[in-house]
């Protein structure tokens, strides 16, 4: 089993930024995909960022030019920095995991098996 665990949100004012952590143990593989996704109330849980273990990341065109997804594999952490942001990134979000390599990262939330509970972004106007 993998178990996933999220850090870093909070509330912030918009134009403000702030760091979202990810930090994986258990039965991990160095071959793998991790990702950031959100979740709105009353909104589908979609997928923001990706990356492989290879370094390719994916985005989504919402948040291409403010969010940078990157990992440090020797901590098997992943991390999402967020900058200017805006209220529609309100959510829930979300670190997934999948222990198999995706040459294209992928942002579908069924190509990932391992999931954390979540940390709250608040962003307000």
């Known amino acids: 089993q993998v178990r996933l665990v999220e850090s870093g949100g909070g509330s912030v004012q918009a134009g403000g930024s702030l760091r979202l952590s990810c930090t994986a143990s258990?039965?991990?593989?160095?071959?793998?995909?991790m990702s950031w996704f959100r979740q709105a109330p009353g909104k589908e849980r979609e997928g923001v960022a990706a990356l492989n273990s290879d370094g390719t990341p994916r985005y989504a065109d919402s948040v291409k030019g403010r969010f940078t997804i990157s990992q440090d594999n020797a901590k098997n952490s992943l991390y999402l920095q967020m900058n200017s942001l805006q209220p529609d990134d309100s959510a829930m979000y979300y670190c997934?995991?999948?222990?198999?390599?995706?040459?294209?990262?992928?942002?579908?939330?069924?190509?990932?098996?391992?999931w954390g509970q979540g940390t709250q972004v608040t962003v307000s106007s």
């Open positions: 997934a995991a999948a222990m198999v390599y995706y040459f294209v990262p992928s942002l579908g939330k069924d190509a990932y098996k391992h």
């Open positions: 258990g039965a991990t593989s160095s071959r793998r995909t």
